[in-house]
């Protein structure tokens, strides 16, 4: 079952010319897929055409998921300075008119979740980039979203929180198995943490191949070691480098 | 030590100033009128300070009003501008049309419309006016300042405009507000002042009205005395103003 379709979509922005297209993915229910590409080559684009905050130009957007079935993270960890970890969390809920109380507490069973109990009270300004990237996972999850895209989320952190981070994502993947988008230009991590790993030519962003990874996920420990995981990151790096010749 | 230094330089540079502004009096025999000698200055302030006390008062509480008024009125129409970008494009020009129009100019007006016997009304209305702009542009600016992230997630969580306006944009411009209203309380004493100048003799007897006084009586003394209370006035205010900014940013970014 498709969680959410892109059919030959395209986007033009004006005065940049067009960003994406024509493009098409199919994104099935509880799959992870990473969308590997050079700067500028509209990933991002992709991830707000799924999550509805934008509309193409041309094609068509189909999404199964409704109104708060969706979530997203971004670069940075986009909490409210002047809210609690708490509050940012539950901040979703209680916009969806859930009661604050029990806003409240899936919010603090949430920062449970991705490691955060004990830091309930603490504004951003006092947590690290990775726990306030963490918060930022939280309170995508706390809807407990069919569709989950993350915009180079770990972009920001340090090589050993970002795969600290990697690992909690599947884990917590796992558990509530939502389908997941995510944007990447680091292959590594598109191997480690996809099923599926897309990769997208240089702008306008059309797919330049398709990599399924092999393996089971969450990614046993050692996978970074293995042939499967240095073969397919040897063709997602040919097909990046693929992708970048063609327009230049 | 060098904090303690740091902190009684003012202080000495003051001193120093004042003494050979004793001693050029004295030396040079300069008339009282035209330049009094310090000493002469502090036996202005000490004598009669009730009725000092009141002026100022009187100059404080206008502004005050003034800032109180001129806080939500900004607050208010900064609101609805930030509803409609259309009603922005429409109040933009006027708005900055009535800011560069000096106080002065306009107290005359505002006199007349006050009435001869309430020129305490058009006081205030003068220094609400000065006070309103930085609020006013602070708030209008603080209302978009929000991370577009944020404005993104809010979109995506389907807010509806209130919720968007009570939980996120207003909440962002605090920063923003608290800069303003820092800004409009130093602005309203100033607007107090000159309104009270253009409101002539008699009618509010603040700071600006014992200064004109006493400049019709040649009392320069008494003149610089008030000089001296309201540039006391306005670095108290200021620097009340100023930890409040600090402890209202540290509540909001809890650090």
Same mark, same amino acid.
């Given at each position: 079952?498709?969680?959410?379709?892109?059919?030959?979509?395209?986007?033009?922005?004006?005065?940049?010319?067009?960003?994406?297209?024509?493009?098409?993915?199919?994104?099935?229910?509880?799959?992870?897929?990473?969308?590997?590409?050079?700067?500028?080559?509209?990933?991002?684009?992709?991830? !707000?055409?799924?999550?509805?905050?934008?509309?193409?130009?041309?094609?068509?957007?189909?999404?199964? +998921?409704?109104?708060?079935?969706?979530?997203?993270?971004?670069?940075?960890?986009?909490?409210?300075?002047?809210?609690?970890?708490?509050?940012?969390? +539950?901040?979703?809920? /209680?916009?969806?008119?859930?009661?604050?109380?029990?806003?409240?507490?899936?919010?603090?069973?949430? %920062?449970?979740?991705?490691?955060?109990?004990?830091?309930?009270?603490?504004?951003?300004?006092?947590?690290?980039?990775?726990?306030?990237?963490?918060?930022?996972?939280?309170?995508?999850?706390?809807? /407990?979203?069919?569709? *989950?895209?993350?915009?180079?989320?770990?972009?920001?952190?340090?090589?050993?929180?970002?795969? $600290? *981070?990697?690992?909690?994502?599947?884990?917590?993947?796992?558990?509530?198995?939502?389908?997941?988008?995510?944007?990447?230009?680091?292959?590594?991590?598109?191997?480690?943490?996809?099923?599926?790993?897309?990769?997208?030519?240089?702008?306008?962003?059309?797919? +330049?191949?398709?990599?399924?990874?092999?393996?089971?996920?969450?990614?046993?420990?050692?996978?970074?070691? &293995?042939? &499967?995981?240095?073969?397919?990151?040897?063709?997602?790096?040919?097909?990046?480098?693929?992708?970048?010749?063609?327009?230049? | 030590m060098r904090r303690l230094l740091e902190a009684l330089a003012p202080f000495t540079l003051i001193t120093l100033l004042l003494?050979?502004?004793?001693?050029?009096?004295?030396?040079?025999?300069?008339?009282?009128?035209?330049?009094?000698?310090?000493?002469?200055?502090?036996?202005?302030?000490?004598?009669?300070?009730?009725?000092?006390? /009141?002026?100022?008062?009187?100059?404080?509480?206008?502004?005050?009003?003034?800032?109180?008024?001129?806080?939500?009125?900004?607050?208010?129409?900064?609101?609805?501008?930030?509803?409609?970008?259309?009603?922005?494009?429409?109040?933009?020009?006027?708005?900055?049309?009535?800011?560069?129009?000096?106080?002065?100019?306009?107290?005359?007006?505002?006199?007349?419309?006050?009435?001869?016997?309430?020129?305490? !009304?058009?006081?205030?209305?003068?220094?609400?006016?000065?006070?309103?702009?930085?609020?006013?542009?602070?708030?209008?600016?603080?209302?978009?300042?929000?991370?577009?992230?944020?404005?993104? %997630?809010?979109?995506?969580?389907?807010?509806?405009?209130?919720?968007?306006?009570?939980?996120?944009?207003?909440?962002?411009?605090?920063?923003?507000?608290?800069?303003?209203?820092?800004?409009?309380?130093?602005?309203?004493?100033?607007?107090?002042?000159?309104? /009270?100048?253009?409101?002539?003799?008699?009618?509010?007897?603040?700071?600006?009205? !014992?200064?004109?006084?006493?400049?019709?009586?040649?009392? $320069?003394?008494?003149?610089?005395?008030?000089?001296?209370?309201?540039g006391i006035?306005?670095v108290a205010?200021h620097a009340l103003?100023d930890r409040?900014?600090r402890?209202?940013?540290?509540?909001?970014?809890?650090?």
């Amino acid at each position: 079952m498709s969680v959410a379709v892109l059919d030959r979509v395209e986007v033009d922005y004006p005065g940049r010319g067009r960003a994406l297209g024509p493009f098409s993915l199919n994104l099935a229910s509880g799959g992870i897929t990473a969308l590997v590409g050079p700067s500028g080559c509209g990933k991002s684009t992709a991830l !707000r055409l799924l999550a509805g905050l934008e509309g193409p130009t041309r094609g068509t957007v189909q999404r199964a +998921a409704g109104r708060g079935e969706t979530s997203v993270v971004f670069q940075a960890a986009t909490l409210a300075p002047w809210l609690t970890a708490e509050a940012n969390v +539950a901040l979703p809920l /209680e916009l969806s008119g859930m009661p604050r109380a029990e806003a409240r507490a899936k919010a603090v069973a949430a %920062l449970g979740r991705v490691g955060l109990k004990g830091a309930e009270r603490a504004r951003p300004a006092q947590l690290s980039g990775g726990m306030a990237m963490r918060a930022s996972l939280a309170r995508a999850l706390v809807t /407990e979203p069919r569709l *989950l895209l993350l915009d180079e989320p770990f972009a920001a952190l340090d090589e050993i929180t970002r795969r $600290t *981070l990697a690992d909690d994502v599947l884990d917590l993947w796992a558990q509530t198995r939502p389908a997941i988008v995510f944007v990447t230009h680091n292959v590594e991590e598109a191997v480690y943490m996809a099923d599926r790993v897309v990769v997208i030519s240089r702008g306008p962003g059309t797919i +330049a191949g398709e990599i399924r990874i092999d393996a089971p996920l969450p990614r046993p420990a050692g996978f970074r070691v &293995t042939a &499967t995981f240095r073969e397919a990151s040897e063709a997602v790096s040919s097909l990046l480098a693929k992708g970048s010749e063609v327009a230049a | 030590m060098r904090r303690l230094l740091e902190a009684l330089a003012p202080f000495t540079l003051i001193t120093l100033l004042l003494v050979v502004w004793e001693a050029g009096c004295r030396i040079t025999g300069v008339p009282a009128y035209f330049l009094p000698p310090p000493s002469a200055v502090a036996v202005a302030l000490v004598t009669d300070p009730q009725s000092l006390i /009141e002026a100022a008062w009187n100059t404080l509480s206008v502004a005050l009003v003034a800032l109180a008024i001129a806080s939500l009125s900004a607050l208010t129409i900064a609101m609805f501008v930030g509803l409609s970008p259309l009603l922005e494009k429409a109040v933009a020009p006027l708005a900055s049309t009535l800011q560069v129009t000096p106080v002065v100019a306009i107290a005359p007006l505002v006199l007349i419309w006050a009435g001869i016997d309430h020129p305490e !009304r058009a006081v205030i209305a003068l220094a609400v006016l000065v006070a309103f702009f930085p609020i006013f542009s602070g708030a209008v600016t603080g209302l978009k300042s929000a991370d577009p992230d944020l404005e993104r %997630l809010f979109d995506l969580y389907g807010a509806n405009r209130l919720q968007r306006v009570i939980r996120l944009r207003l909440p962002a411009s605090v920063p923003f507000l608290l800069e303003g209203h820092k800004v409009g309380a130093g602005l309203a004493i100033i607007g107090a002042v000159v309104a /009270e100048f253009g409101a002539g003799s008699g009618g509010i007897r603040g700071l600006a009205w !014992r200064i004109l006084d006493a400049s019709n009586k040649l009392q $320069t003394a008494r003149m610089i005395a008030a000089l001296v209370v309201l540039g006391i006035m306005g670095v108290a205010l200021h620097a009340l103003l100023d930890r409040l900014e600090r402890a209202g940013m540290t509540w909001w970014r809890g650090r």
